[in-house]
């Protein structure tokens, strides 16, 4: 666990500071669905400008209380005095929705990371925006996937070589002489997927023409070994090669070869 202070023994759970915002959310969410589901058990109301004893025209239960309902198609005669107001009860209410969306963002906010990933909520986003959200929390993540690597995956890589080593696996080497040698890895995390790939893509292509990202950098971002790509690149032209398959820049290459040729073979033709 991240230690925050001198002396921690024990770790802070991740939603510890807005355990009490999802208290509240979640009873201010129950109360309203409670207020709405008792609203739509109210059709209309009936006002009477005669005695509150309507006799023998209404049904009655146990209690006294007196029994309606409507049916679809229905036709009911009041009586005498009486007139139908409607009941409009607005549930949810107005602020409901505006209320909500502010908890999140206080939740989202201590929790450090964007509204948009807490909530999953990208209706009032474009492509900068959400672009924004998602390079603020990669930054979040990167940080928790590098202190992931170093505190947990590093020192269990370097127990299983130990293991192994005292267990005769690897041989009669120098182990301890050259433990960095050994235990040295690259830790490469999941990549990421982009809200537009193809203006990622020539972002890419220009960062690498002027030396600003390298192909490793680039295979990293998208959870890929680059001499693993390499290889299987290799692999994959060696095959093209082989079968005499023409495949995206090489065929066109070769139809831009071809036109040149014909060019060429043209304005000879008309030299002569």
């Keep these: ?36 589901r008792i609203a739509a058990c109210f059709s209309i109301f009936i006002t009477s400008e005669a005695s509150m004893d309507l006799g023998t025209g209404y049904d009655r239960n146990v209690q006294g209380q007196y029994l309606e309902s409507l049916e679809p198609g229905m036709i009911r005669h009041l009586l005498p005095g009486e007139s139908i107001t409607s009941f409009n009860p607005q549930r949810p209410a107005a602020t409901f929705e505006p ?14 990371l964007p509204y948009e990933l807490v909530a999953k909520d990208f209706s009032k986003t474009n492509y900068s925006s959400a672009r924004a959200a998602l390079l603020e929390a990669r930054r979040y993540f990167k940080v928790r996937q590098e202190w992931l690597a170093r505190k947990l995956c590093q020192p269990v890589w370097e127990m299983v070589l130990e293991e192994a080593y005292l267990r005769g696996d ?13 235990t040295n890895a690259s830790w490469i995390t999941p990549g990421w997927e982009w809200v537009d790939p193809l203006k990622e893509a020539k ?17 990293s971002a998208q959870g890929k070994d680059w001499e693993e790509c390499f290889e299987q690149r290799k692999r994959e032209q060696d095959k093209i090669k082989e079968l005499g398959l023409e495949i995206g820049s090489n065929a066109n290459s070769g139809d831009g ?16």
């Design 257 to 272: 070869n071809g036109a040149d040729a014909d060019g060429a073979d043209a304005d000879r033709g008309s030299e002569e």
């Design 170 to 182: 690897l041989g009669s080497i120098s182990f301890y002489e050259k433990r960095p040698n050994w």
């Design 203 to 219: 972002a890419a292509e220009v960062g690498l023409k002027n030396g600003i990202v390298t192909h490793s950098d680039l295979y």
């Design 1 to 36: 666990f991240p230690v925050q202070r001198s002396g921690q023994t024990r770790g802070v759970p991740f939603f510890a500071p807005v355990l009490t915002y999802f208290k509240d959310l979640a009873d201010y969410a129950e109360a309203e669905l409670v207020a709405a």
């Design 99 to 112: 209320f909500v969306e502010r908890i999140l963002r206080a939740i989202s906010a201590a929790l450090g």
